[in-house]
């Protein structure tokens, strides 16, 4: 008997159940709360036709606006989708992209030198231990960027292996001050992956934003 008693006491047990209150009132909500308001009214008082048009057009306001953002939405995710899609044709390509290093590869690397005016340069190169290899003095170099190449040999004419080699830029200006600079460097990507929205490229054993290409070749 005390079984059966239990078990009829379930079903009410969750009736009881509250339901979260919500701070959002969608279409459905609205249009709820204007039927119950017309249920009710007093039949013995006289009503304003322009309450009841303000209302239905509020409500026909809401809902325009709510299939409004599920088309913007829906646009978004297609938008996102060949955005993806069109990244991914990036794979082979060969990028310049802002970077402290570069890529020596079958005894050749290049790198850009950004300078925002004229300014005479010099280039240290260093290993992956931080011991310095090489240093480059391509002289005087224009506002811009400058394209600067290495043969991939130390300061005493040696071939090194191939790999990533950190660059450290001086420059001075004409005026014998420090001046601005900046080093680029080309890369081939070999994969894209996307993170929270961004689309990452992988080149050179890293990963950088697209937005840092600032040249792409075949």
Do not use: C
Not at 25 to 38: I, T
Not at 74 to 93: H, W
């Amino acid at each position: 008997m005390q079984t059966g008693m239990l078990e009829a006491a379930q079903p009410a047990a969750k009736e009881l159940t509250p339901k979260k209150p919500s701070n959002t009132m969608d279409k459905n909500a609205f249009l709820s709360l204007l039927v119950a308001q017309l249920k009710n009214q007093d039949p013995t008082q006289s009503q304003d036709p322009s309450q009841m048009v303000q209302q239905m057009t509020s409500f026909s306001t809401l809902e325009q606006a709510q299939n409004t953002n599920s088309l913007l939405t829906g646009l978004q995710s297609q938008g996102n989708g060949l955005y993806q899609t069109n990244s991914a044709s990036l794979i082979g390509k060969h990028v310049r992209v802002g970077s402290s290093s570069l890529d020596l590869r079958s005894g050749k690397a290049s790198m850009g030198v950004e300078l925002e005016a004229p300014a005479k340069v010099t280039i240290t190169i260093k290993d992956a231990h931080g011991a310095t290899v090489n240093q480059l003095r391509p002289g005087s170099m224009a506002a811009g960027t400058n394209m600067v190449d290495w043969d991939g040999k130390d300061a005493k004419g040696n071939p090194l292996a191939d790999g990533t080699y950190a660059v450290n830029i001086q420059a001075l200006g004409t005026d014998g001050k420090p001046a601005k600079a900046t080093t680029s460097a080309f890369m081939t990507v070999k994969g894209v992956s996307f993170v929270d929205g961004k689309v990452m490229l992988s080149a050179g054993g890293k990963q950088f934003p697209l937005a840092d290409i600032t040249e792409i070749s075949a």
